[in-house]
C-alpha cells in the first residue's frame, strides 16, 4: 500500500469538552470491536482569578492513567498560561486499555474567574 493510500480499518476520532469555570472532558468513544487510540490532546482557554496548577489526566490507556501539570495564570481575561494552553502529541499513538474502551482527558476547572477553557483530544479506532 502507498503511503498515501488511505487505511479503510482506521476510523479518525476526536472528543471536545468546553466550559467555563469547570470540569471539561473529552472523550475518544469507546466502539464495539475496535481498539481506540489516542494521538494527542490540546487545553486552550483564559486564565482564572487566581493563579495555580492543575492535573490533567488522561484515562482508559493500557499503560494507565497519565498525569500533566498545566499552570493557570492570573487574569481571567488572559491567556491559560505563557505558551497559550497546553498541548500534548505522543510520539506514537497510544491504545486503550481493551477493545470497545473509551479513552478521556480530564481537566478540571481552571478556577473561579474563569470565562473559556477547552479540551480536544485526538485519535482513531482500529
Known amino acids: 500500500m502507498s503511503l498515501y493510500?488511505?487505511?479503510?480499518?482506521?476510523?479518525?476520532?476526536?472528543?471536545?469538552?468546553?466550559?467555563?469555570a469547570q470540569s471539561n472532558a473529552a472523550a475518544l468513544a469507546a466502539v464495539a470491536g475496535k481498539t481506540t487510540y489516542i494521538e494527542?490532546?490540546?487545553?486552550?482557554?483564559?486564565?482564572?482569578?487566581?493563579?495555580?496548577?492543575?492535573?490533567?489526566?488522561v484515562t482508559g490507556l493500557a499503560a494507565g492513567t497519565l498525569k500533566f501539570e498545566m499552570n493557570i495564570l492570573a487574569g481571567a481575561a488572559g491567556p491559560v498560561n505563557a505558551q497559550g494552553g497546553l498541548f500534548i502529541r505522543f510520539p506514537q499513538p497510544l491504545?486503550?486499555?481493551?477493545?470497545?474502551?473509551?479513552?478521556?482527558?480530564?481537566?478540571?476547572?481552571?478556577g473561579a474567574g474563569n470565562t473559556n477553557a477547552a479540551v480536544v483530544a485526538y485519535g482513531y479506532q482500529k
Do not use: K, L, R
Not at 97 to 109: D, E, G, L
Open 95 to 110: 491504545p486503550a486499555s481493551a477493545v470497545n474502551t473509551a479513552i478521556t482527558v480530564t481537566a478540571p476547572s481552571f
Open 40 to 57: 494527542g490532546f490540546d487545553i486552550t482557554g483564559g486564565g482564572a482569578t487566581a493563579a495555580s496548577v492543575i492535573e490533567v489526566t
Open 5 to 20: 493510500q488511505i487505511d479503510n480499518a482506521i476510523t479518525p476520532a476526536a472528543g471536545i469538552a468546553a466550559g467555563a
